[in-house]
């Protein structure tokens, strides 16, 4: 969190409308939420307007009257940032600054904070930071005297040198290469895991949403982690992958990402690739819904646009299934609503568990769905390899001889057998 931003601190909440948007009741929902953001800042919003603009003015965005007004209330409530929920260009952003004697963020440098305050991990920490310089560096505007001043050249004669300006941006630019190897090497990381978790067989399952939709909770319930878990936007940032036992020798990799919401910054998707590749090399996806809000579908929309930004070959995006999640707020939707690999939907509670043992169910048969059918050779006196089919598969058939023993049994393809056993494939496809 920047030390503008004190805990509490008065801010304005500013929404600018052309006209040309959407219903009201979706002007209202997003109102709401950018006041939610401005709270998951650590601020304090004692005004929230919705303004109409018939013009887009190119030096301050609002009219000049709009400008005067709303000077006028950043003075009355002493407040020292008013946030927009609009694109700001550089221009507009210093000519508000000025008018009004506050600092002025947009809705781009406002995720842009609550990012920065939430990372955690070093790799977090990395994509926030280039995600800010790629955003401060087309703000490099003469707005302050330093960037006015100019430095000498290279060569005899020294020539009219390079304004401050150039300078800065060019450090910039040399920042932004430097995290670009980082998170180079982060991927490189990534991905060597990602090889270890394909050697021990276990398929992976991406949970996406929209922010405070109840993934951090459903990822708990599911793997008896500890996530953090809170009613606020973006609670959780930092990717996080945990083993989830279903029973009967069934178990998936799960992964939880940071929410996705609307109008989310182009500089947000590229600089958070490296996190978002588990969810481009997840082998389902578990889109959790908010059921029980109202703007439910248009954030369904949100995260489907996401995904395909993500997979620019629709062909390439993995099966999806909705949760719809707190179902004990809606009682209308209840129980399985249709159950398939791809375009299913399933309601639950991550919250009460609702629904949860239908899910667990439902991603077991997906699991053993992509077993196959091998035929194991194991010595009768070997104890522990029996147990462990038992454990890591389903035993179908067990056939005793005198020396050795023929298991029939599902397994997860390309699973490593324990030493001294041998198979063989007995179904070419895949059982069901």
Not at 316 to 339: F, R, S, W, Y
Not at 380 to 402: N, P, S, T, Y
Request: proline share 4%.
């Amino acid at each position: 969190m920047s030390e503008a931003h004190r805990e509490g601190e008065a801010a304005l909440s500013l929404h600018p409308r052309t006209g040309r948007e959407e219903r009201e009741h979706h002007a209202e929902a997003r109102r709401r939420e950018f006041d939610r953001l401005i709270e998951s800042a650590g601020c304090r919003p004692v005004v929230s307007r919705s303004m109409l603009l018939r013009t887009l003015h190119p030096a301050t965005l609002f009219g000049a009257g709009q400008v005067a007004s709303i000077g006028a209330e950043v003075t009355r409530h002493g407040a020292t940032v008013a946030f927009v929920d609009h694109p700001l260009t550089p221009v507009q952003q210093r000519n508000l600054e000025r008018a009004w004697n506050c600092k002025v963020v947009d809705r781009t440098g406002l995720i842009l904070e609550i990012f920065a305050a939430r990372a955690r991990t070093r790799e977090g920490v990395l994509q926030v930071q280039l995600a800010s310089l790629n955003y401060q560096v087309s703000r490099l505007v003469r707005s302050w005297t330093h960037l006015e001043r100019q430095r000498g050249g290279y060569g005899f004669m020294g020539g009219p040198g390079e304004r401050q300006i150039e300078l800065d941006r060019r450090m910039i630019r040399r920042q932004i290469k430097k995290l670009h190897t980082e998170l180079a090497r982060v991927r490189t990381r990534r991905a060597t895991q990602r090889a270890g978790r394909r050697r021990k067989a276990l398929p992976v399952v991406a949970l996406v949403g929209y922010t405070n939709a109840g993934k951090s909770t459903l990822f708990n319930r599911l793997t008896a982690a500890s996530v953090h878990a809170d009613d606020q936007l973006f609670a959780t940032l930092d990717p996080t992958l945990r083993q989830a036992d279903l029973g009967d020798g069934a178990a998936v990799i799960l992964s939880d990402t940071v929410g996705f919401v609307q109008a989310l910054p182009h500089e947000l998707i590229d600089a958070f690739h490296a996190t978002l590749e588990e969810v481009t090399q997840a082998d389902l996806i578990l889109h959790v819904r908010d059921i029980a809000d109202r703007e439910s579908l248009r954030q369904k929309e949100v995260v489907e646009e996401t995904l395909h930004r993500l997979f620019p070959d629709d062909a390439a995006i993995p099966p999806v299934v909705e949760l719809l999640n707190k179902c004990d707020l809606t009682p209308q939707v209840t129980g399985a609503i249709h159950e398939a690999e791809n375009g299913g939907r399933i309601a639950i509670s991550a919250a009460t568990g609702a629904g949860i043992d239908r899910l667990r169910a439902f991603l077991r048969d997906w699991v053993r769905r992509r077993w196959v059918e091998r035929t194991l050779t194991i010595p009768a006196a070997d104890g522990a390899a029996i147990a462990w089919c038992h454990r890591h598969g389903r035993v179908l058939e067990i056939a005793h001889q005198r020396e050795y023993c023929l298991l029939r049994c599902l397994l997860p393809p390309q699973t490593p057998l324990p030493k001294g056993v041998t198979a063989r494939r007995t179904a070419e496809r895949t059982p069901r």
